[in-house]
Antibody, heavy 117, light 108 residues
């Protein structure tokens, strides 16, 4: 059974940093692209970042230069380091597995990040 | 590429047929269009990918169709558990992954 279990998150002040983690099980982690998707309260879904199986990365323009995605194959782990956080980054963050056709076939439980003074 | 979903809210009764629309501002490459269901407090669930292929474990009352710029999610006979928010999503563009704004399917 594919599982994505997230940790990290919480309440931080504007300008501070936070690190999210996602531990995968039930599939061969190294073979899949992995993603972070976020959702502000009452709003729609927004793709944030991708860590490709080949080591490539990609970011939403508004987080590029502030967020860093990484993966550790030995630990089946995906991380998102978020720096210089702003109120606009407040959202539930989901990790998700790539479904091979540019979709997201399995999702973590989501974790809330709140940026507030 | 901008995805526009309609209607914003759809009010129907259990047993009825639901038709949700997703229109792209440009042609979608290789029909890389997916549909998700999201219930309150839960993560989204993949329903349809490649415009018309049901994901694993998805009931056959859910079907997807369309190509190019116009796509449709159809739920043939609404079950009470189907009332939720539905999102379409495409791959290929800028940013690389885009979601529609969602259609809320509510009980009439």
């Amino acid at each position: 059974e594919v599982q994505l279990v997230q940790s990290g998150g919480g309440l931080v002040h504007p300008g501070e940093s936070l690190r999210l983690s996602c531990v995968a099980s039930g599939f061969t982690f190294r073979r899949y692209d992995m993603h972070w998707v976020r959702q502000a309260t009452g709003k729609g879904l927004e793709w944030v970042s991708t860590a490709g199986a080949a080591g490539d990365t990609d970011y939403l323009d508004s987080v590029r230069g502030r967020f860093t995605i990484s993966r550790e194959t030995a630990k089946n782990s995906l991380s998102l380091q978020m720096n210089s956080l702003t109120a606009g980054d407040t959202a539930v963050y989901y990790c998700a597995r790539d479904g091979r056709s540019g979709n997201f076939d399995y999702w973590g439980q989501g974790i809330l990040v709140t940026v507030s003074s | 590429i901008v995805l526009t979903q309609s209607p914003g809210t759809l009010s129907l009764s259990p047993g009825e047929r639901a038709t949700l629309s997703c229109r792209a501002s440009q042609i979608v490459n290789k029909n890389y269009l997916a549909w998700y269901q999201q219930k309150p407090g839960q993560a989204p669930r993949l329903l349809i990918y490649d415009a018309s292929t049901r994901a694993t474990g998805i009931p056959d009352r859910f079907s997807g169709s369309g190509s190019g710029t116009d796509f449709t999610l159809t739920i043939s006979r609404l079950d009470p558990e189907d009332f939720a928010v539905y999102y379409c999503q495409l791959y290929g563009g800028s940013p690389r992954y885009n979601f529609g704004q969602g259609t809320k399917l509510e009980i009439k």
